[in-house]
């Protein structure tokens, strides 16, 4: 229903959120920048929790931040930048989430849509997927913590090209550029996506949450991330998840890994 602007569910540890709002190319109200951050930290901090889907609904992923909104709700300096701090905050989520978190993109992933799939960590799309970050059609600034999503996630020179000119680029350009993971068939595209999902979340959750970590400080070069990272990486060493994997290595069986 479309009444629901983010439709949530879960599914043995995979969380997908869907940005339901196909009639509007999905754009992204304010209310659902404030939605969409509050449910990636609640399954950021949930121990059952194991992988995010992000998705939008319908043939596209997003047309980033509802326009629409823009006259009343980022009308003065003020109000702009309290708008641009609901939209950061939903990227920080995503970029912080303790937890893998894939875009599925299809179609139009533009603006905000894009930071959004900037911000998660593999991005998988169909081969009609549009990208483009059209902020300086607009006469605003990119959020300066989203940018850095940006240029991590399709690299310095890309990030320059989408930005300066607002231009838009196709599937395979942004695989080239190393943003996508993969070009996916369309008829496949909800199988591919299921199984990455699927394989994440069989795996042990305290390993894929310390990888998480650990690459993060490496991207990052910060001293209390890479602390983080260290602490996260320390539990596995105790976990009943380390004793299951030696078990079922030495037994010849697949795991059943708890997250404990």
């Given amino acids: 229903m479309e009444t629901e602007p983010l439709l949530v569910t879960t599914n043995d540890g995979v969380a997908t959120i869907v940005i339901n709002r196909s009639a509007r190319k999905n754009a992204v109200t304010q209310a659902m920048w404030v939605?969409?951050?509050?449910?990636?930290?609640?399954?950021s901090a949930d121990p059952d929790a194991r992988v995010i889907v992000l998705r939008g609904a319908g043939d596209d992923f997003s047309a980033g931040a509802d326009i629409g909104e823009f006259d009343t709700l980022r009308g003065t300096a003020e109000s702009a930048r309290a708008y641009e701090a609901t939209n950061s905050a939903a990227f920080a989520a995503l970029r912080n989430c303790a937890i893998p978190v894939i875009a599925a993109i299809r179609g139009?992933?533009?603006?905000?849509?894009?930071?959004?799939?900037?911000?998660?960590?593999?991005?998988?799309?169909?081969?009609?997927?549009?990208?483009?970050?059209?902020?300086?059609?607009?006469?605003?600034?990119?959020?300066?913590?989203?940018?850095?999503?940006?240029?991590?996630?399709?690299?310095?020179?890309?990030?320059?090209?989408?930005?300066?000119?607002?231009?838009?680029?196709?599937?395979?350009?942004?695989?080239?550029?190393?943003?996508?993971?993969?070009?996916?068939?369309?008829?496949?595209?909800?199988?591919?996506?299921?199984?990455?999902?699927?394989?994440?979340?069989?795996?042990?959750?305290?390993?894929?949450?310390?990888?998480?970590?650990?690459i993060r400080a490496a991207l990052s070069h910060d001293a209390d991330e890479a602390a983080l990272a260290q602490a996260v990486g320390d539990t596995t060493f105790v976990s009943t998840d380390y004793a299951e994997g030696r078990a079922a290595f030495h037994a010849r069986r697949t795991p059943v890994f708890r997250g404990r």
């Avoid at 990030?159 to 550029?177: K, S």
Wanted: charged share 20%.
């Fill in 35 to 43: 939605d969409l951050a509050a449910r990636v930290n609640a399954f």
């Fill in 108 to 214: 139009i992933c533009f603006g905000g849509g894009f930071g959004l799939a900037a911000a998660c960590d593999l991005r998988i799309a169909t081969a009609d997927a549009r990208f483009a970050v059209p902020a300086a059609r607009l006469g605003l600034a990119y959020p300066q913590d989203a940018m850095g999503d940006i240029v991590w996630a399709a690299g310095p020179q890309m990030a320059r090209y989408l930005t300066y000119t607002a231009g838009r680029i196709d599937a395979r350009a942004a695989l080239g550029a190393g943003f996508l993971l993969e070009i996916v068939e369309a008829d496949r595209f909800d199988t591919r996506i299921s199984e990455i999902a699927r394989t994440i979340s069989e795996n042990a959750p305290l390993s894929v949450r310390a990888s998480k970590a650990a």
